[in-house]
């Protein structure tokens, strides 16, 4: 058994998206998070730059690994201070760009997005965003066989189950954090012109061979997290 390709999941997760209906009474809860992403924009736009992951995928996943706090690693949210020591630890390999800790949050986080492979991805649709949502925080919950929290928490898609620390499961324990496919559905019903994909990476989508696009379906990434089937821990709250 394999941990699963984008071919394979796209199919699923048009129908969860199609299908998503976010929890009423939390609009406080969402806007605040919404806020939170978009406050940082100009930083993701900083990352975008050099590493072509679009600003609102990587502010969405801020937000899950570290509450939108540049002070943090996107890896997990572990503090810059020294290197990460929860999983994947010991990120980013060298030492910091000044010659002196912290590291900066930026070239933490493009450490972060080279380490997964994401500086490779072409076609970024919104079914490419929940693929690498998924493979960002490992593929435990689909070993389950449930819906990733990580991305439906907060909706019809997801009532229980989540990872308490790395790799540690529990079936009743109920995901706190607004996932990352919600956040995304509400923002783009909030703003109808959000610009999920910058047009320099939709231009350069556009221009890719279609052979190549075709590769890309059928990778998987963060494979390793398969071999022990487990999800990274968050444990962060949007519950107010």
């Not at 600003?55 to 572990?78: A, I």
């Not at 009743?172 to 996932?179: A, F, L, N, R, W």
């Amino acid at each position: 058994m394999a941990a699963p390709s984008f071919a394979v999941m796209a199919p699923r997760y048009q129908r969860l998206w199609d299908n998503l209906h976010i929890k009423a009474g939390y609009d406080r809860m969402f806007d605040a998070a919404a806020k939170n992403v978009l406050d940082g924009m100009p930083r993701y736009n900083e990352v975008y730059d050099v590493v072509g992951v679009p600003p609102v995928w990587t502010g969405l996943t801020h937000k899950m690994e570290g509450n939108c706090n540049f002070r943090t690693h996107l890896h997990n949210g572990d503090p810059l201070t020294g290197k990460t020591y929860h999983v994947p630890k010991g990120r980013p390999p060298g030492p910091p760009r000044s010659g002196r800790l912290p590291y900066t949050w930026e070239e933490s986080a493009e450490d972060a997005l080279r380490f997964q492979g994401y500086d490779k991805v072409r076609d970024w649709t919104i079914l490419r965003f929940l693929y690498l949502w998924e493979a960002y925080n490992g593929w435990g919950y689909y070993y389950h066989g449930i819906n990733s929290p990580y991305l439906w928490s907060f909706s019809n898609n997801y009532t229980a189950g989540r990872y308490v620390s790395d790799g540690v499961w529990s079936s009743t324990s109920v995901s706190k954090q607004i996932g990352t496919a919600c956040l995304l559905k509400w923002m783009m019903s909030v703003d109808k012109n959000l610009e999920l994909v910058p047009r320099a990476v939709a231009e350069a989508d556009a221009a890719v061979d279609p052979k190549q696009i075709a590769m890309l379906d059928g990778m998987v990434f963060n494979a390793e997290s398969w071999t022990s089937p487990s999800a990274r821990c968050c444990d962060l709250t949007d519950v107010a």
